[in-house]
């Protein structure tokens, strides 16, 4: 369940508004909808169907209106929902409505491709800072901002106040880079590092694998083509197994 503080409870930023206990499969489908809802104002569209939107995010249309409900937004019947303020309810529970900084460890392939995108300002964020273990890459300039050592996170985080690290380090380096983080107050934590970390409860982490989804997509791959690969008469059967692999009748009679 989502968690939030109460309003008028001390943090970096002050006090924030309430905002509605929403499940955390609404939240992840919001930036989603509010990508589209951005792609649909920059065409000239002032309003979109319920249907119109669901289809450009790939959602069902019940799903998609179940979703803004919880943000007390229902749409107009026979005009849908007005596109710049469904951008302006959306940036506002997911707190875009400032520009977050961040904190990026680990400048190395990844890290280096992350620091240059330049798509995170167009969705609130900045880069702030970015750092290594490695002094060999301390100085260097990426993209305007200039590589720190590791050991200025305290420093840099008191002065951009950062509460959002993004970990691209090798993974045997990346549990010590949370524990730092977390120890300066860092209070949520992008991982592409592909291993599992230990933080605190209140610290909240997301995992970017990219070899997970590669393999996942491996394993449709995989599915598809045992499936073309039945025949459509005669021949030695093959019988569909949990997955979408095959059995031969042979192996089927033996107990395989």
Aim: glycine share 10%; aromatic share 4%.
């Amino acid at each position: 369940m989502s968690q939030h503080r109460q309003p008028g409870a001390p943090g970096r930023t002050g006090a924030v508004p309430a905002l509605p206990d929403l499940p955390e499969a609404t939240v992840s489908r919001l930036p989603e909808y509010l990508r589209a809802l951005h792609a649909l104002a920059d065409s000239g569209h002032e309003t979109v169907s319920s249907e119109g939107l669901a289809n450009a995010v790939g959602v069902n249309s019940a799903k998609l209106r179940k979703d803004l409900s919880h943000l007390g937004s229902y749409g107009t019947r026979g005009v849908g929902y007005d596109v710049a303020l469904l951008v302006d309810q959306i940036s506002s529970v997911l707190g875009l409505t400032q520009c977050r900084a961040v904190a990026l460890v680990g400048v190395g392939n990844l890290g280096h491709a992350l620091a240059g995108y330049d798509g995170f300002a167009n969705r609130g964020f900045r880069i702030a800072a970015l750092l290594d273990a490695d002094r060999s890459r301390v100085g260097e300039l990426i993209n305007g901002l200039v590589v720190q050592h590791i050991d200025e996170l305290p420093q840099v985080v008191a002065e951009e106040s950062i509460s959002i690290g993004v970990i691209a380090t090798p993974a045997p380096a990346a549990q010590a880079v949370a524990d730092q983080l977390v120890a300066v107050g860092v209070t949520s934590i992008l991982n592409f590092a592909p291993c599992v970390l230990s933080v605190p409860e209140g610290v909240d982490v997301r995992k970017v694998d990219l070899a997970i989804e590669l393999q996942i997509l491996s394993f449709h791959e995989h599915r598809k083509a045992s499936l073309t690969a039945l025949p459509a008469t005669g021949g030695s059967a093959l019988t569909a197994l949990p997955g979408g692999l095959a059995a031969t009748d042979t192996q089927e009679a033996i107990g395989t």
